[in-house]
């Protein structure tokens, strides 16, 4: 008898301390059931909702048939949609038809528009079409241009010719220049060749140059390589220094090289010290 007691005794207690675990699985599950039914999950099972969480998933549910409409999606349902709700979308739907067709945007529906709508949105895209002919890009019907219009994409035109020659870009056509925008172009380019000469970039054509642009060009490569010396860049070449120059840096490198003995820190070589230097350089362990 005292057996069967103590054994019914573990096996109370046993599912005492199991209870917290079994509570907190089927806490998760219900959790879990709820959010499949708010996102429309096949897994749904809304026999086991709440009442506040059945009114919940339909709050969500309609929530995202609203967006969906609003955003033209396929699983958009109309019939689900209040009366206001139904007006608001209607009137956004035109709003944005409307705004596809002055933009010219493919999606435009042009028997959706008003009389006026449509007077608008012609006008638009005559507007459109003009400037895209005036700059080159884009679908460009001259047929629906007037006199004026097609005089003024003319000028329009020749002006970023012009600027196409003017920039060095590729699409220049110098056979539509007149004498005075050669002349222009010409100038351009000689500008253009003396910044990439002075700057030291490419496309630099020497042979180009005045003496004096020649004269400030080769000043300044100099300077450029006296400072690439100084900081000890790879660029630099020795070969172009003045003698005062190259004795300038040796110095300075020697006396660099003397601190960094002298303090134990930096590049150091012994070997290029004076014997004055070098009694005055404690050992380093080395």
């Known amino acids: ?3 069967r007691v103590s054994k019914y005794f573990w096996v109370q207690i046993a599912c005492i301390s199991l209870w917290p675990v079994l509570l907190f699985a089927q806490s998760s599950d219900l959790m879990k059931n709820l959010e499949d039914c708010k996102y429309g999950v096949d897994t749904c099972d809304r026999s086991r909702l709440t009442p506040s969480q059945s009114a ?4 969500t549910r309609h929530g995202r048939n609203v967006s969906d409409c609003r955003n033209g999606y396929d699983s958009c349902d109309h019939s689900k949609l209040t009366e206001p709700e139904a007006i608001a979308l209607a009137v956004a739907d035109h709003q944005r038809n409307y705004s596809n067709c002055s ?3 493919l999606s435009c529906d042009p028997s959706k528009l008003t009389q006026s709508e449509a007077h608008e949105v012609a006008l638009a895209g005559h507007r459109r079409n003009v400037n895209q002919c005036k700059n080159g890009f884009g679908a460009c019907d001259t047929s629906n241009l007037t006199q004026s219009e097609v005089e003024e994409v003319d000028k329009a ?12 870009s590729g699409v220049c056509d110098q056979t539509a220049l007149t004498p005075a925008e050669m002349r222009e172009v010409a100038a351009a380019k000689s500008q253009r060749n003396v910044q990439n000469c002075e700057n030291g ?3 630099c054509d020497h042979s180009q140059l005045t003496p004096s642009e020649a004269r400030k060009t080769a000043s300044l490569e100099h300077q450029r390589n006296l400072s690439a010396c100084e900081n000890g860049q790879e660029t630099c070449d020795y070969s172009q220094l003045t003698p005062p120059e190259a004795k300038m840096l040796a110095d300075a490198e020697h006396k660099r090289n003397y601190t960094a003995c002298l303090k134990g820190s930096g590049y150091c070589d012994l070997s290029r010290l004076t014997p004055e230097e070098s009694r005055s350089v404690e050992p380093r362990g080395h």
Request: aromatic share 4%; proline share 0%; net charge negative.
């Open 157 to 168: 035109m020749r002006q970023l010719n012009l600027s196409d020659c003017k920039g060095g």
């Open 1 to 3: 008898m005292k057996v």
């Open 56 to 59: 919940a998933v339909d709050l």
């Open 103 to 105: 933009d010219g945007i």
């Open 201 to 203: 970039w490419d496309n």
